[in-house]
């Protein structure tokens, strides 16, 4: 059994530096996105994709420099809910349920619960993170239309 253990911290330690990486570039890749849908707020959001892809190299090195594995699930649950309050954020600045920017969050999930060997109480919680963010950002971010005040 300890063996196994072992063998899955090593895997999860390689696929953190995907997560990490792969998350911080399509962070910036996303910002094409930007500059067509939200052009007013491209500059505003490119500074926190820059942002979020510089946590993301950081956390590449962080990893790298933990060569006894210890800590891959929390350097990967790290860039993963970066990404996620990102997306948050701007979500919330476009309008919150108005905003087509949820389709990053599925993204975000999509490449963080398939690179990381999580068990299924991991996946549930990073996934619960998620949707209640999601929830709690389009509450805070609606506006009750005039017909309905």
């Known amino acids: 059994m300890e063996n196994y253990r072992e063998e899955l911290q090593n895997l999860h330690h390689r696929r953190v530096n995907y997560i990490v990486l792969g998350g911080s570039i399509m962070t910036l890749l996303f910002a094409l996105l930007d ?20 946590l993301g190299i950081l956390l590449f090195w962080i990893n790298i420099k933990d060569r006894k594995n210890r800590y891959p699930f929390w350097i990967g649950f790290a860039g993963y809910v970066s990404v996620i309050l990102i997306i948050l954020l701007m979500i919330h600045q476009i309008g919150g349920v108005l905003s087509p920017y949820y389709v990053a969050l599925i993204v975000a999930i999509a490449l963080y619960t ?11 919680g990073a996934g619960t993170i998620l949707v209640v963010g999601y929830v709690v950002t389009v509450f805070v971010s609606h506006q009750v239309s005039p017909p309905y005040t």
């Open 114 to 124: 398939t690179l990381a060997p999580l068990t299924a109480t991991q996946t549930l």
């Open 35 to 54: 500059y067509v849908t939200v052009p007013d707020f491209f500059l505003k959001f490119l500074n926190y994709r820059v942002m979020v892809a510089v």
